[in-house]
């Protein structure tokens, strides 16, 4: 089991959370460019290690936050922010 | 103790695998020729080949085999065949969605289906029929149109009513009474299983019986870029220069890419899969199915192997989760309820290199003499073969061959997304 610290509920079972992605800005769709845009959609530094990602506690309190976790070891650390609504365009897979 | 009948030219080493040669071997105790040749790692080659998976053995033999490019190294941070290429689930199938991935991965059918001759290694595969369900109507459409586009590629597939599922699959609850019945499937008999492992070996021992050096337990650490062109590759053992470095690496390509300058879209996400106690020979078919997040198939060994979607978040840990055998087993049964009493032997977890379209990326990049052959995803150990083969000749002629074109990395820049995901993102 792998435990995700909730910034308003405290360490929970990661099964809660849904998965929101690299934080990454969005760019204003009114004045981006196509290629700007693509960057946002489709690219990601997909990194082996920190990486500061946006989470939804779905099974819980259902609010957005973001956190840091080491994407090779899975761990976390600090506190979560209560931001992060990240990004889902690029999750794996839409469950 | 049996004395072996020796004389000079029993004592030569055995290379070629047949039942003579089995018999032969047992008599005179002759030594099997080695398999994998070990070698001191040179300073260069003309290709380095990094990866040492399905796809970089493959693109090293056909480089061999029909190109006679030999001067090439395969370079494997672990041993060979220790990334998905050993951890999959071994589902062969050509019935995709677009017309372009229905010929490129029946093209790898036709090389896998002859790849035990060609390799004079017994790669185990069984044709056995693929069945994927459909729980409801929008996903019977799918299937529908999956099966107008399969029949117009010439690759057997139909859609199916639960009557003759009922009959290729006697075990499955086909009932209405099914938490989410089945209201019918796409039906491809080519497709099969194949042993992976065995894949891996048969392309290395070719590989290698050719003189190409395959350097497991050789890390690439950086690559060298000099005005806009690769010039080789800086590992744990030291440096390779190359003409040529081709990323094989899969779930870390984007890593690799990084240190050339190649950004890819990109997202590294671990897949889990697990096995049960063999038991007899009750299932032939390949059973799939997407809106379960499910798929079942035995090996010849009476094992059940089941797969599932990617992790939901993701990751470069290998590591299982209880919750992914929980919701594995609970989605079993609704389809074959009567396994209830089976038991899982182990899971394990492999890294998948999830692109937005579900589908690879192959063929030239923005530094020159660098070329890439990933975005496997979940799905990529059936094409194999005519990766290798296509990515063998692009290396030898400088010219990308037609079937891999679709699959540039360019389209994410030119607005020419594959579509792919209907048909490959449970459905390995
Ligand atoms: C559980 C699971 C089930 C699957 N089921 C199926 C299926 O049924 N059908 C199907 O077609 N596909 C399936 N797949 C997908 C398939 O396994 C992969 O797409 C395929 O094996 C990729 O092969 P590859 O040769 O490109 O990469 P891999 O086999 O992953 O090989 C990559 C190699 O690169 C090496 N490497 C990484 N970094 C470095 C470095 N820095 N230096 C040197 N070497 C490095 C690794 O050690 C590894 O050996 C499944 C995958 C998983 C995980």
Redesign the interface.
Known sequence: MMLLPCPWCGPRNVTEFAYRGENIARPDPNTADKATWRDYLYYRSNRAGWEREGWFHRAGCRQFFSIERNRTTNETRGVGTPDGAGDAAHSGDSR | MVRPLTSKLSRRPVKKYSAVNILRQGITRAPWAPVLVPHELRGRYDVVIIGGGVHGLATAHYLASNHGITDVAVLDKSYIGSGGSGRNTAILRSNYLTPEGVRFYDRSMELYRNLAADLNFNVMFAKRGHLTLAHNDGSLRTMRWRAEVNKLQGVDSEVVGPAEIKKLVPYMDTSEHARYPILGALYHPPGGIIRHDAVVWGYARQVSARGVHIHQDTEVRGIDVAGGKVTGVRTNRGDVAAGTVLNCTAG?S??ISEMAGV???????PLQAAVTEPVRPFLDAVVVSASL?VYVSQTDRGELVFGA??D??????M?G???FIEGLAGHVLELMPSLAKLRLLRSWAGL?D?T?DFSPIMGETPVQGFLIDVGW?TYGFKAGPVSGEAMAELVATGKTPEIIAPFDLAR??D?RLMGEKGAA?VGH
């Open positions: 870390w984007s890593l950004s890819m879209p990109v997202e590294t996400f997040h979607s990617v939901p978040f993701g990751s470069y840990s590591r989760s209880l919750e998948c999830m937005p995803g994410f820049t607005d993102s």
